[in-house]
């Protein structure tokens, strides 16, 4: 087996785990900032920040669905041996991971149900550019206004009117994250 | 047995990674009531178990944590809790309100404004507002994906057609962004209008196995009518041992003639205005002697 997939995961689980969960939740509460997050590093083309995010949050009960753009025979090894998580089609999941193109169409992904709008899949989107930018964000978590660069705007309008169903969506570049819920609503700038 | 036969923050971590998915989905859905797998604390559910999960899942090594009990940073309860995480997570502490990073609380918001690098962390006992007036959660886990919540207006109008008031003076229900109604934990209708804050605001239920949060700058309604507006009322007297007109009181009884005086629930608000030069009723020359005086048998009005 290759060093790749064993290397590569937290060297202080516990410490590591939460910063980088502190970093996620951060992103998630307050849509439209930036946040640092690092500790775990896998095969490429995962960036350190989604393999971060998937050694803080999948185990052995989270189904994972990789894009094409990630679905490499390195990437698969990493993910099984360092979180245990079941790889699994798209409608199954509850984290995936890709990028924005390769995550596409999203109608598979769950959104939850009536009673359990939780039941829904975070979709981690691997992206080149991540700045606070672009499209203009409102609702919780942002006092007046936010901007953050998105690859559309139309399908998170739509996973909006979904509410309080919907997917939830973290966006990774290097080792910066940053977390658009289905809350929030998104405007042309 | 040393300090390191712990986990960091004692939960061991898949715990944690469940709890922290269930975190991220109740902010995702603010006010909305996630079920997670609550696992058994070293101490008795009602002792807030569910703020105590909550907390061990968020807090990092360079987190400073505060704990309330009632406002108080002194009573069992919040000891505790603070001995608890100095130990397992070897994290500071304070009884500052500015100066904690986390703060966990039973029953009370702060008085000092919290700023948006602050995490309050909120013991709830029962986390369904409708479950006193419907006992299924099947029905009311209903009522909430119909968004179906006339039953609660009844509740608050009954209120109103027996007491000519809304009578509900803690857990006073509210709607989260236009959406959820949502159980603010037994904190006194006074702290409601605080719910709107640029701190990020987690509840965790323990026994009954529910954790939902309020993101920053989130909408925060308190139920009412129009004719009957919501009325974060409060006793009317100023703290006997710093004077603030503006912070909860706890009503405390002196002796056995009726003697008692009010102070402010939130103890470190309170020292901080007395360290400050505030005084109030009982802490001034003139208002101990009005005391002493008004006290004093002789000129005691007899006891109704």
């Given at each position: 087996?290759?060093?790749?997939?064993?290397d590569?995961?937290?060297a202080?689980?516990?410490r590591?785990?939460?910063?980088?969960?502190?970093?996620?939740?951060?992103a998630?509460?307050?849509?439209?900032?930036?946040?640092?997050?690092?500790?775990?590093?896998?095969p490429?083309?995962?960036?350190?920040?989604?393999?971060?995010?998937?050694?803080?949050?999948?185990?052995?009960?989270?189904?994972?669905?990789?894009?094409?753009?990630?679905?490499?025979?390195?990437?698969?090894?990493?993910?099984?041996?360092?979180?245990?998580?079941?790889?699994?089609?798209?409608?199954?999941?509850?984290?995936?991971?890709?990028?924005w193109?390769?995550l596409?169409?999203?109608?598979?992904?769950?959104?939850?149900?009536?009673?359990?709008?939780?039941?829904?899949?975070?979709?981690?989107?691997?992206?080149?550019?991540l700045?606070?930018?672009?499209?203009?964000?409102?609702?919780?978590g942002?006092?007046?206004?936010?901007?953050?660069?998105?690859?559309?705007?139309?399908?998170?309008?739509?996973?909006?009117a979904?509410?309080?169903?919907?997917?939830?969506f973290f966006?990774?570049?290097?080792?910066?994250?940053?977390?658009?819920?289905?809350?929030?609503?998104?405007?042309?700038? | 047995?040393?300090?390191?036969?712990?986990?960091?923050?004692?939960?061991?971590?898949?715990?944690?990674?469940?709890?922290?998915?269930?975190?991220?989905?109740g902010?995702?859905?603010?006010?909305?009531?996630?079920?997670?797998?609550?696992?058994?604390?070293?101490?008795?559910?009602?002792?807030?178990?569910?703020g105590?999960?909550?907390?061990?899942?968020?807090?990092?090594?360079?987190?400073?944590?505060?704990?309330i009990?009632?406002?108080?940073?002194?009573t069992?309860?919040?000891?505790?809790i603070?001995?608890?995480?100095?130990k397992?997570?070897?994290?500071?502490?304070?009884?500052?309100?500015?100066?904690?990073?986390?703060?966990?609380?039973?029953?009370?918001?702060?008085?000092?404004?919290?700023?948006?690098?602050?995490i309050?962390?909120?013991q709830?006992?029962?986390?369904?507002?409708?479950?006193?007036?419907?006992?299924?959660?099947v029905?009311?886990?209903?009522?909430?994906?119909?968004?179906?919540?006339?039953?609660?207006?009844?509740?608050?109008?009954?209120?109103?057609?027996r007491h000519?008031?809304?009578?509900?003076?803690?857990?006073?229900?509210?709607?989260?962004?236009d959406r959820?109604?949502?159980?603010p934990?037994?904190?006194?209708?006074?702290?409601?209008?605080?719910?709107?804050?640029?701190?990020?605001q987690?509840?965790?239920?323990?026994?009954?196995?529910?954790?939902?949060?309020?993101?920053?700058?989130?909408?925060?309604?308190?139920?009412d009518?129009?004719?009957?507006?919501?009325?974060?009322?409060?006793?009317?007297?100023?703290?006997?041992?710093?004077?603030?007109?503006?912070?909860?009181?706890?009503?405390v009884?002196?002796?056995?003639?009726?003697?008692?005086?009010?102070?402010?629930?939130?103890?470190?608000?309170?020292?901080?205005?007395?360290?400050?030069?505030?005084?109030?009723?009982?802490?001034?020359?003139?208002?101990?002697?009005?005391?002493?005086?008004?006290a004093?048998?002789?000129?005691?009005?007899?006891?109704?």
């Amino acid at each position: 087996m290759q060093n790749a997939v064993l290397d590569g995961g937290f060297a202080d689980p516990a410490r590591e785990a939460a910063y980088a969960f502190r970093a996620a939740l951060n992103a998630m509460a307050r849509p439209g900032t930036i946040q640092h997050i690092t500790g775990a590093d896998a095969p490429s083309p995962c960036s350190p920040a989604a393999a971060t995010l998937i050694l803080t949050l999948c185990d052995p009960t989270t189904p994972i669905f990789l894009a094409p753009s990630h679905d490499t025979a390195a990437f698969r090894d990493w993910i099984t041996f360092q979180t245990g998580g079941p790889l699994v089609p798209a409608k199954d999941a509850m984290i995936a991971i890709g990028t924005w193109e390769a995550l596409l169409p999203l109608d598979p992904f769950a959104v939850g149900t009536p009673e359990y709008p939780d039941r829904s899949a975070t979709l981690v989107v691997e992206t080149e550019t991540l700045a606070s930018d672009g499209p203009v964000l409102r609702g919780p978590g942002i006092e007046t206004t936010a901007r953050l660069t998105l690859p559309e705007i139309e399908a998170f309008q739509r996973n909006r009117a979904l509410f309080p169903l919907g997917l939830d969506f973290f966006f990774t570049s290097e080792d910066r994250v940053a977390g658009l819920p289905r809350s929030t609503r998104v405007m042309e700038a | 047995m040393t300090d390191q036969a712990y986990n960091f923050a004692y939960l061991d971590e898949q715990t944690k990674r469940m709890i922290r998915r269930a975190i991220l989905k109740g902010v995702a859905v603010p006010g909305y009531q996630v079920p997670f797998a609550s696992r058994e604390m070293p101490m008795p559910y009602g002792w807030g178990t569910g703020g105590v999960q909550v907390t061990s899942a968020c807090l990092t090594p360079d987190d400073t944590l505060k704990v309330i009990d009632q406002g108080a940073d002194d009573t069992t309860n919040a000891v505790s809790i603070r001995k608890f995480f100095e130990k397992t997570a070897e994290v500071d502490v304070t009884e500052k309100t500015a100066e904690a990073t986390v703060i966990q609380t039973r029953h009370r918001i702060p008085e000092t404004p919290l700023t948006d690098d602050q995490i309050l962390v909120y013991q709830v006992p029962i986390p369904e507002p409708l479950r006193f007036l419907e006992p299924s959660e099947v029905e009311t886990r209903k009522m909430h994906s119909l968004e179906e919540y006339g039953l609660m207006y009844v509740k608050l109008y009954e209120d109103i057609s027996r007491h000519g008031e809304i009578a509900t003076a803690y857990a006073y229900p509210v709607k989260v962004q236009d959406r959820y109604v949502m159980d603010p934990s037994p904190i006194p209708k006074f702290d409601n209008p605080k719910l709107e804050s640029a701190a990020l605001q987690l509840f965790g239920a323990g026994r009954e196995q529910r954790i939902y949060a309020i993101p920053p700058h989130t909408k925060v309604v308190s139920l009412d009518f129009e004719d009957h507006p919501f009325d974060p009322s409060k006793a009317p007297h100023a703290c006997a041992l710093c004077g603030a007109e503006g912070s909860y009181l706890d009503e405390v009884i002196t002796d056995d003639q009726g003697g008692r005086m009010f102070v402010c629930s939130d103890t470190d608000y309170c020292a901080s205005r007395r360290a400050a030069g505030h005084v109030g009723a009982m802490t001034s020359i003139e208002g101990a002697t009005r005391m002493l005086r008004s006290a004093s048998p002789d000129q005691t009005e007899p006891a109704q």
